[in-house]
């Protein structure tokens, strides 16, 4: 695996791929990890499909490794800078896959340079209303946790993860999701905002290629994805059975055999 930066014009962004020479493995796959995570996400995912394809994971802005930017970034910033580390990579094409916010950001960068991406993997991306998502702007901004002396918001949050993964999902794996959680939220801005407030919409209907939209069955965060079926030209759905919203992290080889049947087919 190699690791290494790329500079955008909001900062560097961090990125590991499985290509280890001058030519990778196969097709490439460009992977997004959620808000709030890192590229960690695919760290059991990716050698699943490493003999077949050439992944590369990039930690978008504000997250892991990557450059703190110096103002709120925008879901164009997001977008803007992928497809600048993907220029800087020399990714020509490539298939995308996101999960959670990271699939909107991947809808994005495919609306916008749809001559470069052959597939999107939407997972765990859904749809609300406006009413809905001012709503639950809201309430975020309504229910931030405070950090206290006794240490209560850590066992608050704690709770809330606990029941986030799937049935039976090690407790060292949601330690590890929960600890990459507690890191990021010391970063400035929070990327679930500009994710929530965008408008994926119009985007939908930019995107040329084949679409995927997975969900977990038990993934609380998503909601009316069945309402994206009519938003793309070219899309299937699955929904995947007894999964939680950590489907990468826990369920690494169900979701790379269901990605893996859809980038070969066709």
């Known amino acids: 695996m190699k690791r290494g930066y790329v500079d955008t014009d909001m900062g560097q962004l ?49 997250h892991g490794n990557s450059a703190d930017p110096a103002h709120a970034p925008t879901m164009a910033d997001y977008t803007r800078t ?23 950001v991947a809808i994005d960068v495919a609306a916008a340079i749809p001559a470069r991406i052959t597939k999107v993997v939407a997972s765990g991306t859904g749809y609300r209303s406006a009413e809905d998502v001012a709503e639950m702007l809201a309430h975020r ?22 029941k986030l993964g799937s049935p039976g999902t090690p407790m060292t ?58 938003m793309f030209s070219d899309v299937q759905r699955i929904v995947m059975a007894d999964a939680g919203a950590f489907c990468f992290y826990d369920r690494p080889d169900e979701m790379a055999a269901v990605v893996v049947e859809f980038l070969v087919e066709g």
């Open 14 to 62: 961090h990125y590991w791929s499985t290509a280890t020479g001058s030519n990778g493995a196969g097709p490439n796959l460009v992977l997004l990890h959620q808000s709030t995570q890192n590229a960690d996400e695919y760290l059991d995912f990716a050698p699943l499909l490493a003999d077949t394809h050439t992944l590369t994971a990039i930690e978008w802005l504000g």
């Open 82 to 104: 992928i497809i600048q580390a993907l220029d800087v990579l020399g990714i020509e094409t490539t298939a995308i896959l996101g999960h959670h916010g990271g699939a909107s």
């Open 141 to 162: 901004t309504a229910t931030e946790q405070p950090i206290t002396e006794d240490g209560a918001f850590l066992n608050k949050m704690w709770g809330v993860y606990a």
């Open 173 to 230: 794996t949601l330690h590890k999701i929960f600890l990459n959680n507690m890191q990021e939220r010391l970063k400035p801005f929070d990327a679930h905002d500009p994710i929530l407030a965008w408008d994926k919409g119009e985007a939908c209907a930019k995107v040329q290629c084949p679409v995927l939209l997975l969900q977990g069955e038990l993934d609380t965060f998503v909601t009316g994805q069945e309402k994206l079926l009519d």
